[in-house]
């Protein structure tokens, strides 16, 4: 019987898909593999189905690539450029209203500690700006949610204490911390911080920001007055 040539199989079926699955791709090419733009709202991440991701050419480092080792985010490394499993992938593409480029979400990382920036980009791609809007581990202390009229608020847990806590070992010990709400619109390709919230202290625990069921602003936090 005649044997079955997987590897020649997988080939075809990248070949045919025209979707190079694992090669590091332009900020163009991937603009134009993307067939359509995520509808908003936007809230994240989006739990009805795993997104398509491509590995982005980010040799350059025209993306920031931090990627945390505490929550207070004083501690980092970068993120290897390579396709897999540590360099930027890009995840979903929207376009906001009355804008004319495009945005990209990207997250670089790993499981353990896994960054999140928004890519604001031209029909030719190239990189306008960037703003970082999600970073988690073990937990989540940064995400960001974009509202119907393009307005992108991304909500942080910022701890008070100078003593870092990691952000890929758990659990640790509850901490008190202030909810941050920053509000960003896009203008002319450009991310401008509009408004700041801050919100009352808080304790926060591991079991409260590994819940992965419930989004950072869903806390019920005290807002200050501004």
């Known amino acids: 019987m005649r044997r079955i040539n997987y590897f020649s199989l997988i080939a075809f079926f990248i070949i045919f898909c025209n979707v190079p699955v694992s090669a590091q791709l ?4 991937i603009l ?3 067939k359509k733009v995520y509808p908003l709202p936007y809230p994240y991440p989006q739990p009805e189905k795993t997104p398509v991701k491509f590995s982005v050419d980010n040799s350059q480092v025209k993306i920031p690539n931090r990627v945390y080792k505490n929550i207070q985010c004083t501690e980092y490394d970068f993120a290897f450029d390579n396709p897999h499993p540590h360099g930027a992938r890009s995840y979903a593409k929207f376009q906001l209203p009355q804008q004319e480029g ?7 990382g790993h499981r353990f500690s896994r960054t999140h920036i928004l890519v604001s980009v031209d029909s030719d791609g190239n ?3 960037t703003l970082e809007v999600a970073v988690m581990g073990k937990v989540c202390i940064k995400e960001y949610r974009i509202l119907t009229d393009g307005q992108i608020i991304v909500t942080t847990i910022k701890p008070k204490q100078e003593e870092s806590i990691p952000l890929d070992f758990a659990p640790f010990e509850p901490f008190v ?3 941050i709400d920053c509000t960003y619109i896009v203008e002319n390709g450009k991310f401008v911080l509009k408004k700041e919230q801050r919100y009352a202290d808080r304790t926060y625990t591991y079991e409260l920001l590994s819940d992965g069921d419930s989004k950072l602003w869903d806390g019920n ?5 501004q």
């Open 32 to 34: 134009d593999y993307y």
């Open 26 to 29: 332009s900020i163009k090419k």
């Open 127 to 129: 990189v306008l700006d």
């Open 177 to 179: 911390g202030n909810r």
């Open 221 to 225: 936090e005290q807002l200050l007055d």
């Open 102 to 108: 495009s945005l990209l979400a990207i997250h670089l």
